[in-house]
């Protein structure tokens, strides 16, 4: 070994592989090779200049120019690169023969839209997930009934809410509007518009359910990222999550960019994710 010798998950990090977390479970789960012998040791160095490293039998070798893309991800899709039930998935919106490394930057849930990232840098992607960066990710979503500023709900949302057995940190919650079932309608059609399957909407409530109900637009900051969190947070205090949409990571917005389409990165852009 050389004194350039890397860990591992830190070498594959740099291939553009997925983030080091992504990367050692890539490599727990046998599919790493160093020199052409499997190795699910966490903790393996490598010399770049002299080791051949293999992820699925394919040598990998860094990056020279890192690639990140902003995804407007429609709703319907899962946020994996291929899915073994054959479900639509982002890696079916994004130029993936082009660059091939690119992997996603966390996840929304299939009937979420909005912002999606991709990128080539793993040490990007660690950036912008790890809870000490606190980076901001804000959320558009209409809510079914009418949620005030004074309320119960409104404190426990901003102050801190108990799900998944912990309490979330506080956000910033800011209420858009509240409106009737007519209007509720209009955000559906254009929500679902782009949909990867017509039947997609039919997870929602039935409209017989909703057509007396109120309903509130509201725009969440969050800081963390656990599994459905917006979704579970309202559904602790009394609201259900009908439809929503990612709208910005750090200070980086998503804008006009048209659902289902995908634009590249500058730096001052990924600079934007991270104040």
Known sequence: ???????LQKYLARCGIASRRSCEKLITEGRISVNDKITTKMGTKVDPENDVV????EVIKPTNENITLMLN????????MNDPQGRPCVADLIPVDEYPSLFPVGRLDRLTRGMLIFTTDGQLGQDLLHPKNEVGKKYEAVIDGELTSSSEAYKKL???????GG??????????????FDKYLEFE????KNCATKNDSSALPKEKDLIDKKFSRVEIEIHEGKNRQ???MFEAVGFNVLLLKRISIGNLKLDNL???KWAKLKDSDIELMKE
């Open 1 to 7: 070994m050389s004194n350039q010798e890397l860990r």
């Open 54 to 57: 293999k992820f699925d039998g």
């Open 73 to 80: 991800k429609p709703a319907g899709y899962v946020s994996t």
């Open 158 to 164: 901003t102050e801190g809410v108990e799900i998944l």
């Open 167 to 180: 309490k979330t940190s506080p956000s910033k919650l800011k209420i858009l509007e509240h409106f009737g």
């Open 189 to 192: 059609n254009e929500f679902f």
């Open 230 to 232: 917006v979704r579970r």
């Open 258 to 260: 048209e659902c289902g």
